[in-house]
């Protein structure tokens, strides 16, 4: 029988991490934040008004003013969305996939040699060439960034699974099943997959979180979202130089990325204690 | 095990031609040649035009992919195009730059975060333990340029200790080229302490669980020569795995670090050029570090054997 | 690809550090506005080469601060009657970095390899009938008709300048990017210690013979009062205000005027307004595609946009600049308030909206293209937008690097085959002052600058300026072009605002100019 974690088992262990509650919590409140920014009290986050420049926070500007008028709370609380959209869909599509990749090759012994040594070239493309090159062939966009980003972590979490597959392929259970003839998907599906997404969506939380922080430095670069789109990430690339003299334009987008980043990570390595000790062995 | 040498550094070739071939592609697809930016602003589209042509830019794929591998074979990895400088040239004078930073953070990444991760596996489920690690993930959380600027705030700016930027070689002094490293080698390495230190903690975790640990205590070893004698030992494969992966990572931290401190390194020189779309200094960057990442793979790799008797190719 | 010079460059250079470290003796470190990467001014026009050309070439006339042609390479000069001739004799003792002397065969080459690549150069080539070397040291120029501003060619202060070249070196191709920067200017460039996105390395050029006058913009005795010069590029410009103010650098070509109170805190540290003409920003439209294809669609936006705001949100501060209503550079001879109502009067956004109807604007969609790396170009592509969006035009920015929009702006094709309607950018002052070098308003259709306008009207009055006589029928003539421009809007100027330089207590003798010029600076 394929060896799962119970549910209940789950929950006691969690309740063992405070750390990784805090966490939770954390980035439930930044995703509410950035689903209900709308109703926060903001106004349009892309509204210029040059007049209005450099502002300290104050009444009519909470968290300041940027370099164009703009406001910044209302622009960290929208950026909340692109960030969470970005980190999420990396994470995202990267799981799907490596899992698709690290399963195939995992199993498929010549394929694996051939996938492995493309995955190690494709590592070995600066994202930031991918990203320029992307943003060049269309525009700068989300899409972009996400799709610049998924492709540099896809090679990592390809690695995870086909590590994986390796050593479940040989647990008795599995070598039982082709024994009696099982064709190839039920196994992948009934026996390796169960065991595979525990360490999987932990991986997909330090996804998460590494995306967010490269997508910051891919707008420091000029390669990331359009900055009028306010993203963590691009408020502060763009502001980098008014570090002395505006500090709160680096400060709030700084302290919501890395309390967010701080939370996925500390999530992941809850989820991945409380699955099972050894499995950060692997990670 | 020489045959596994020899397959690998096969592979690496392998490795290195689908990069060439894919990095050549996405310059070709990618629009915006040299020709417009070296123009300048007041160019005519008929400037640009006469510019690309002088640059063979008009020529179709095939024949420019042709030009490009035979010129590799002959050792000639081509001029730039808007300094007419060698590439290998323009590469070599910012080697020593990189090396240094990388090698400095390296050091000063696994002098950190090793012993933090072995304190707090010592110390698992302590304050201690959460403490270290909460610590260390936040160095991770914050993009290398907001560290960089607060680094650079305290140290040069308020106290005057060290300098605000720049590289200086070796040959002018070690103390100046030491100097003039630790601000950016303490930035990038944060990122790099986090992933070590977390590793260390937890494969240490593992090695303190097993049966020879107890075995050891059992015959009468301090705690530090249980610690570091047998755990850690066992605990170095993951350990050097991830700081294989973390090179990856350093790259692209890099970029920023030497864009802040002005370092004149390889990172920039590989922006600096996308951004130009300068592709000799592109295409030949993206094959000499495909190469340096494929072959510190191998040699990760190969560490393993020494590391762990029980591996072997 | 180790060239063995360079390997014995690089042992000698070790060998010799601490002896070095002696002989340098008084070292100027200068922080550019951008990074040194093309070497030849004349197969481009980036400022940043031109500023290198200064220092490594020099020209045979150049422009003061009261806007006079005075000689500089040349000692006297004649102009026949019928004004078809002009004679010229070189100062004596003129010598290019490798000891040549230079002759008049060098110069008529560099005229001839700069006048194919630069408008008014072009222009002055379509007058030649011929140039000839009489002696070594004296040519002439023949014309086949008059040309008013053959002096004023020759002392065009910015991009493309006419510096002078070694004869072998200006035979290259003028569309192929040079290489071996040997001039005949006030310093050498050090070419082995150039680290191109790092560092470039210039020497006093010792056998130079400066001129006697004072020094005033280009013009004048360039005489260098240092040993070495260091342009040392910074790309980040918190470090590079956090070096200036720890003494790490010198001087600062621009600083961004947000970072103003960064170094003014400083006592050591002086920020000036050194650039009597500044720059002057534009919104560029494409002429071959609706809506701007339209001249009331061009016009609408004239009494939308606001150059107060543009000044503010490109310079910061209103000290930084100001709004200049004319297509040329302010505070130039030639510049002049006609006809620029729409632009100067109370905004009329009414009257806008009106025109965009007038127009027949059906709705289509106007893409800016944006750089998100050009400061100055992304914050006029927000204003803009805003502005449009207010007008009721469905408008968007499509954001890429300054790589991609060049590259973008050559494409003639509609917005769904990847063209545009909108760019924004800037020139400096110099490169507005006249019809001449202001290339933005030519209507010459495919010939012309990004977005191709096709405007007889305007070729015909900026003939007739080429054949003004006196100051008196150019700045007529100049109203007329401007006039014109008013009518067809080949771009809407945003505003004129400078970039000061910040330099350290114990520099002096920086010279007030458009052009950042490293002669006769000090340090003690």
Not at chain 2, 144 to 158: H, K, M, N, R, T
């Amino acid at each position: 029988m394929a060896a799962s974690p119970t549910w209940r088992g789950f929950r006691d262990a969690f309740r063992r991490h405070p750390t990784a509650i805090a966490g939770g919590v954390i980035l439930l409140v930044m995703i509410a934040i950035a689903l209900l920014a709308p109703w926060l009290g903001t106004v349009d986050p892309q509204a210029v008004a040059p007049i209005k420049r450099l502002k300290q926070p104050s009444e009519e500007f909470w968290f300041g003013s940027d370099m164009m008028g703009r406001d910044v709370y209302s622009r960290v609380l929208y950026g909340a969305r692109v960030s969470l959209s970005i980190g999420i869909a990396v994470a995202i599509l990267s799981t799907l996939l490596g899992l698709a990749i690290g399963l195939v090759t995992g199993y498929i012994r010549w394929l694996d040699a051939i996938v492995m040594r493309v995955m190690d070239g494709l590592m070995s493309i600066p994202p930031v060439l991918l990203a320029i090159a992307l943003m060049a062939l269309t525009r700068a966009s989300m899409e972009n960034v996400i799709a610049a980003i998924t492709l540099a972590e896809v090679p990592r979490v390809t690695r995870l699974v086909r590590s994986l597959v390796l050593t479940l392929r040989e647990e008795p259970y599995v070598v039982a099943a082709i024994a009696a003839g099982t064709r190839l998907p039920r196994i992948l599906v009934r026996h390796i997959l169960p065991n595979i997404v525990a360490p999987l969506l932990v991986q997909a939380t330090y996804v998460c979180a590494s995306a967010m922080i490269t997508e910051a430095i891919l707008s420091f670069i000029g390669a990331g979202t359009p900055p009028n789109i306010p993203s963590w990430g691009n408020i502060m690339a763009e502001a980098r130089s008014l570090f002395q003299i505006a500090g709160y334009l680096i400060f709030f987008p700084g302290v919501c990325l890395s309390l967010t980043v701080l939370a996925i990570n500390l999530l992941g390595d809850g989820m991945r204690d409380a699955l099972d000790p050894r499995l950060a062995r692997r990670m | 095990m020489f045959a596994y040498v020899v397959r690998r550094l096969l592979a690496t070739i392998v490795v290195m031609a689908v990069v060439a071939l894919v990095v050549f592609l996405l310059l070709y697809l990618t629009p915006g040649d040299p020709a417009a930016i070296l123009a300048g602003d007041a160019a005519t589209s008929d400037d640009i035009r006469r510019i690309r042509e002088k640059l063979g830019l008009d020529q179709p794929f095939l024949v420019r992919f042709g030009g490009w591998i035979a010129q590799l074979i002959r050792g000639d990895l081509g001029t730039s195009i808007f300094t007419n400088l060698p590439v290998a040239h323009l590469i070599g004078q910012r080697v020593e730059p990189t090396l240094s930073l990388t090698l400095c953070t390296l050091l000063v990444s696994v002098l950190v975060a090793v012993p933090l991760g072995v304190v707090a596996a010592a110390r698992a489920g302590t304050w201690i333990d959460r403490g270290v690690m909460a610590f260390s993930v936040l160095g991770f959380s914050l993009p290398v340029f907001v560290l960089a600027y607060i680094l650079i705030l305290i140290f040069s700016i308020e106290l005057d200790w060290l300098p605000v930027q720049g590289y200086r070689p070796i040959r002018e002094g070690l103390w100046e080229w030491a100097r003039h490293l630790v601000l950016p080698a303490t930035a990038l390495g944060t990122v790099y302490i986090a992933l070590i230190a977390r590793i260390t903690r937890a494969s240490m975790l593992d090695a303190l669980a097993q049966d020879y640990v107890r075995t050891a205590q059992a015959k009468g070893l301090t705690p530090s020569e249980v610690l570091v004698g047998h755990a850690l030992k066992n605990a170095a494969v993951p350990i050097v795995t991830v700081i294989g992966i973390g090179i990856a990572l350093l790259i692209g931290g890099a970029i920023v670090t030497e864009t802040v401190f002005a370092i004149p390194g390889i990172g920039r020189l590989t922006v600096d050029s996308i951004l130009r779309r300068d592709y000799p200094i592109i295409q030949g960057v993206v094959l000499i570090f495909s190469g340096a990442y494929v072959l510190i793979n191998l040699a990760v790799d190969l560490s393993y054997m020494l590391l762990d008797p029980r591996i072997r190719y | 690809m180790n060239h063995p010079l360079q390997k014995l460059v690089v042992a000698a250079l070790i060998a010799a550090a601490p002896a070095l470290a002696v002989a340098q003796g008084k070292v100027l470190k200068f922080i550019p506005q951008a990074d040194l990467r093309i070497l030849d001014p004349i197969a481009t026009t980036a400022y940043i080469t031109r500023n290198h050309g200064y220092m490594v070439y020099d020209t045979l006339f150049s422009i003061d601060d009261k806007f006079q042609v005075k000689p500089q390479m040349v000692d006297k000069w004649e102009m026949s009657k019928d004004g078809l001739t002009y004679t010229f004799t070189l100062r004596p003792g003129l010598k290019f970095h490798d000891g040549q002397a230079v002759k008049s065969a060098d110069c008529i080459a560099s005229i001839d390899r700069w006048s194919k690549r630069d408008a008014l150069g072009q222009k002055l080539a379509e007058a030649t009938e011929s140039w000839a070397a009489v002696n070594d040291t004296t040519f002439t120029l023949k014309l086949k008709k008059p040309f008013p501003l053959t002096l004023d060619a020759l002392a065009k202060p910015s991009s493309n300048v006419p510096f002078i070249m070694p004869e072998r070196i200006a035979k290259t191709d003028p569309f192929k990017n040079l290489e071996d920067p040997i001039g005949s200017g006030p310093f050498k460039m050090v070419k082995a210690e150039w680290v191109p996105g790092n560092k470039v390395v210039y020497i006093k050029n010792t056998d130079y013979v400066p001129r006697k006058e004072a020094p005033s913009w280009a013009s004048g005795g360039k005489v260098v009062k240092v040993d070495r010069v260091e342009w040392i590029y910074i790309p980040d410009s918190a470090t590079a205000a956090a070096a200036l103010n720890a003494g790490e650098a010198d001087i600062w070509e621009q600083v961004p005027p947000d970072l103003i109170p960064l170094l003014s805190k400083n006592k050591s540290v002086t920020v000036k307004n050194n650039d009597p003409l500044g720059s002057m920003g534009m919104i560029r439209f494409n002429f071959l595609h609706p809506p701007f294809n339209n001249e009331k669609m061009r016009q609408a936006l004239l009494y939308a946009v606001n150059q107060q705001d543009y000044v503010i949100g490109i310079a910061g501060d209103p000290k930084n600049g100001k709004p200049c209503f004319s297509y040329f550079t302010c505070g130039t001879p030639l510049a002049t308030e006609a006809a620029a109502d729409p632009l100067k009067g109370k905004r009329d956004m009414e009257k806008a909206k009106q025109l965009v109807k007038e127009s027949g604007y059906k709705g289509e969609k106007v893409v800016i293209i944006d750089a998100t790396d050009q400061p100055i170009v992304h914050s006029q592509s927000l204003l803009t937008l805003e502005i449009l969006k207010k007008m009721g035009v469905n408008a968007e920015i499509q954001a890429g690097d300054w790589g991609t929009l060049i590259t973008r702006r050559a494409v003639k094709e509609p917005i769904d085959k990847g063209g545009w309607n909108i760019f924004h950018t800037w020139l400096v002052g110099p490169d507005m002052v006249n019809p001449a070098v202001n290339f933005p308003i030519r209507g010459t259709g495919e010939k012309a600058w990004f977005g191709w306008p096709t405007d007889a009207k305007m070729e015909e009055l900026r003939e007739a300026w080429f054949n003004a006589k006196d100051l008196a029928e150019s700045k007529k003539a100049a109203e007329a072009v401007q006039r014109r421009a008013f009518e067809f809007v080949p771009i809407i100027p945003t505003g004129q605002f400078i970039l000061p330089t910040a330099y350290r207590a114990n520099i002096s003798g920086l010279i007030i100019a458009p052009i950042n010029l490293l002669w006769n600076v000090e340090k003690k």
